[in-house]
């Protein structure tokens, strides 16, 4: 079995920052491209950024320049640094790999969510 286990998120003020940290871990070969996902409220859950395992970097416009991915392939974890937050950006944040459980076998992998709220 695999799981994605996030920690961080909150609430924080307008302008403020915050980080996310997500982890994998169980039967891994290998992992491919891990990313972070966002769903607001009556919103369709969309990218926000995307790392592969040689470190190419994805953004989606709306944080490019505010958001940093970052992952640290030795303890397979993959992290979200968030600044100048707006509350736009108000939303739960999943984590997300493609990852190898052997040689042949890989699937999508998704963590459970962590609601991060943009508000003063």
């Known amino acids: 079995q695999v799981q994605l286990v996030e920690s961080g998120g909150g609430l924080v003020q307008p302008g403020g920052s915050l980080s996310l940290s997500c982890s994998a871990s169980?039967?891994?070969?290998?992992?491919?491209?891990m990313g972070w996902y966002r769903q607001a409220p009556e919103k369709e859950r969309e990218l926000v950024a995307t790392?592969?395992?040689?470190?190419?970097?994805n953004y989606a416009d709306s944080v490019k320049g505010r958001f940093t991915i970052s992952r640290d392939n030795v303890m397979n974890t993959v992290y979200l640094q968030m600044k100048s937050l707006k509350p736009e950006d108000t939303a739960v944040y999943y984590c997300?790999?493609?990852?190898?459980?052997?040689?042949?076998?890989?699937?999508?992998?998704w963590g459970e969510g962590a609601p991060v709220t943009v508000s003063s």
């Open positions: 169980g039967s891994i070969f290998s992992i491919n491209t």
């Open positions: 790392i592969t395992s040689d470190g190419s970097t």
């Open positions: 997300n790999a493609y990852i190898h459980i052997d040689s042949r076998q890989w699937g999508v992998y």
